[in-house]
């Protein structure tokens, strides 16, 4: 432990638990998440209607969301109608359909099979990844294999971890039997139930597991490795005595925080914005919105993480498939983690829980899903006048903060979304848990990963977030330019040979809006609304600054390319369209590639002054260090989303000069 936290079993007035969620509002919202009752409505609705049976599944129930028209024209009292998105899997044939339901009327409005060989499979559910385990073990030939790597004890064997990995386009490229639903698995071993299995990677060994017929249909294996020995446990109990030299860091708010939630709909310092959740994509905000003056600006419709990839790099034929959607494949929202006061959020805390459906389509809470809070973010501006005495005025800052913590299998990732006093909105993601690893001959290394401890590699990979954000920067129609600053040719307009300008270029068609950054010239895209105007007579705009790192690195064609094209751009703008949901698409579970942002971003759909939405593709391309072995530091991405124009002034002229709690002294001259 690095910290000293507030006790919870000994809450006083800063440490409180409040919990936003329970009861329905008495006002429901359109974009309100789902209730219990609705999941099981939308349940009833579909066995109603024949379409649930012992072998069905509901890998994943979400709210089918209203228009943005629809959206924000409602009003506080309007009848609200709400529809939901049902996917659902047959077990026993593997047959995958999607339906919709208006549990307002009670009602099934549409169900469709889908054709799993091009339209992708359901993403998996909890229930498989038990599958795959009890499948694995029980399989003679992965018996043969692990004999063959010195594993024959029954203990040893019980104690192995076969990890439900996703197949990516293994169907179509290997099997020979479109629309299977399959699984691949790699092997692990634990010394005890609670050790970390991260530590001892089986080498050389796949194994692809039908999950509908329940049985291993291949293995991979390239010959045994050295199962790597040390321990990687990380608890307290193994890593020698604690740090004794940290005093108490005490975070208080006497008074409470400065937020207040109605509903699901949160206000802070000018912002308002309406905290969903789901099952999916995880913490969704709704109608972000800043109040200026006497007037409520909108700047966001919606804004999320639909998806987010992580591809390896290594050749072996054994790991030369491993690449994951989290999102579409992984379900983040059912993944998330229920958090606890004082060790993953620090200070005055509001939670909300989630209500997500489990694997038998029934409602489950999820206590404590969504973390609301204020942090001290430092200086917000300052200036010391020389000619003046050195009088100095300073304000300093503080940011609202909306989180949720997600686990999938060996990694684990913080989502923040952070709203600043100065108009701003920032986003970022904090990946943390363990390195995924593989086995190699002690002192061998890689050319694909780093030795982290002998004979355990940790392989080369690339994060890749993208984050969908539904522009309304002042109104719904809006364009998006590029800008660059660039160097002026010399001559009669740059004499001297200093001269730079910024070049700023509307993107203006669907088949151009795949865009890559550009740190040498500084590229960043700016959301401008043309028929709104600053008082220099300027289009109002909020401009995404990116942090931009590598791009997709696999080979354009290969499977996981073609699966994740969303990740060969930093920035895509497309038309704004309902059904445009995932950057991958809807299924990418098994998908052969070509869905989502590859085939919306073709031919010449206008997209100035119009309603669109920024795909924005971010996160380290990731080279692991000793140092983030048996578990690692926390490594920061993100962008952030700056008015430009938006304000007439610096709009946080206003704070008073004592607003961090009377800490400062002799302000002013
Ligand atoms: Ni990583």
């Known amino acids: 432990m690095t910290l000293r936290h507030p006790d919870p079993a000994a809450a006083g007035p800063h440490a409180s638990d409040l919990h936003a969620s329970g009861p329905r509002p008495p006002d429901p919202h359109p974009l309100d998440p789902l209730t219990a009752e609705e999941i099981t409505a939308a349940r009833r609705v579909l066995g109603e209607a024949g ?31 709400r529809r939901l998105r049902v996917t659902l899997l047959d077990a026993a044939t593997g047959v995958t359909a999607e339906a919709v339901v208006d549990v307002t009327a009670g009602a099934l409005l549409s169900y469709r099979e889908l054709d799993a060989a091009s339209e992708g499979q359901a993403a998996i559910t909890f229930e498989e990844y038990g599958i795959v385990d009890e499948v694995v073990k ?73 999950v509908v017929e329940r049985r291993v249909v291949r293995i991979t294996d390239t010959g045994p490795v050295p199962v790597p020995a040390e321990c990687g446990r990380y608890e307290a109990e193994f890593t020698g005595p604690a740090r004794t030299d940290l005093r108490p860091l005490e975070i208080t708010q006497p008074e409470g925080p400065s937020f207040t939630l109605d509903g699901h709909r949160l206000s802070w310092q000018n912002w308002s914005f309406r905290v969903d959740f789901n099952a999916r994509e995880g913490l969704v905000l709704h109608r972000i919105a800043y109040r200026d003056g006497d007037r409520e600006r909108s700047v966001l419709h919606r804004a999320s993480l639909a998806e987010m990839a992580v591809a390896y790099g290594e050749a072996e034929e054994s790991r030369n498939w491993v690449a994951f959607l989290d999102a579409g494949e992984y379900s983040l929202g059912r993944s998330t983690n229920a958090l606890r006061l004082g060790c993953d959020c620090l200070g005055e805390i509001r939670y909300l829980d989630a209500v997500l459906a489990d694997d038998l389509g029934a409602p ?31 304000r300093r ?51 694909h990963g780093t030795e982290v401890a002998p004979g355990l590699l940790a392989p080369y990979h690339q994060h890749l977030f993208c984050v969908r954000l539904d522009a309304a920067v002042d109104g719904p129609a809006n364009t998006v330019e590029e800008v660059d600053v660039v160097p002026l040719p010399a001559g009669p307009g740059n004499p001297a040979g200093n001269a730079f300008t910024a070049r700023t270029t509307p993107i203006t068609a669907a088949g151009d809006g795949g865009r890559l950054a550009d740190p040498a010239l500084g590229r960043r895209w700016q959301i401008t609304n043309p028929a709104a105007r600053n008082r220099m007579g300027r289009p109002v705009a909020y401009t995404l600054v990116p942090q931009p790192g590598p791009v997709l690195l696999a080979r354009p064609g290969s499977a996981v390319a073609r699966r994740m094209a969303y990740g060969t751009k930093h920035l895509w703008v497309t038309r ?36 669109l939405t920024l795909w924005h593709t971010f996160g380290p391309t990731h080279l692991p260090r000793p140092e983030e072995w048996p578990v690692m530091p926390v490594d920061h991405s993100g962008f952030t989303l700056r008015p430009t124009g938006f304000f007439d002034r610096n709009p946080a002229l206003d704070l008073p000069r004592e607003s961090g709690g009377g800490h400062c002294h002799g302000q002013g001259s």
């Open 138 to 210: 029980a399989d003679p030939g992965w018996r043969k294999a692990m004999a063959e790597r010195g594993v024959t004890a029954p203990e040893a064997l019980a104690l192995a971890v076969c990890a439900p990995l996703s197949a990516g386009a293994l169907a179509a490229e290997t099997d020979g039997r479109p629309g299977r639903r399959l699984l691949r698995s790699l092997t692990w071993l634990r010394c005890t139930p609670d050790d970390s299995a991260w530590a001892h990677p089986v080498g050389g060994l796949a194994v692809d597991v039908d």
């Open 576 to 611: 704004h369209r309902t059904d445009r949901r995932y950057p991958a698409g809807d299924h990418p579970n098994q998908h052969p590639g070509g869905a989502g942002l590859p085939s919306w971003a073709v031919g010449d759909e206008s997209l100035e002054n119009t309603e």
């Open 364 to 394: 489950r809470t999820l206590p404590n899903a969504v973390c609301v809070h204020e942090e001290d973010a430092g200086l917000l501006w300052k200036h010391t006048d020389s000619f003046h005495g050195d009088a100095v005025e300073s």
């Open 51 to 81: 379409k649930v049976g012992t072998a069905t599944r509901f890998p994943l129930v979400l709210l089918d969301e209203p228009d943005r028209r629809t959206a924000a024209a409602h009003r506080a009292g309007d009848p609200v109608t």
């Open 397 to 447: 800052a503080r940011r609202l903060v909306v989180s949720f913590i997600a686990t999938v299998g060996n990694y684990d990732y913080g989502f923040y979304w952070y709203f600043h006093q100065d108009g701003s909105i920032g986003f970022e993601a904090k990946s943390t848990g363990i390195v995924q690893t593989a086995a190699v001959p002690p002192g061998a290394g890689s050319p």
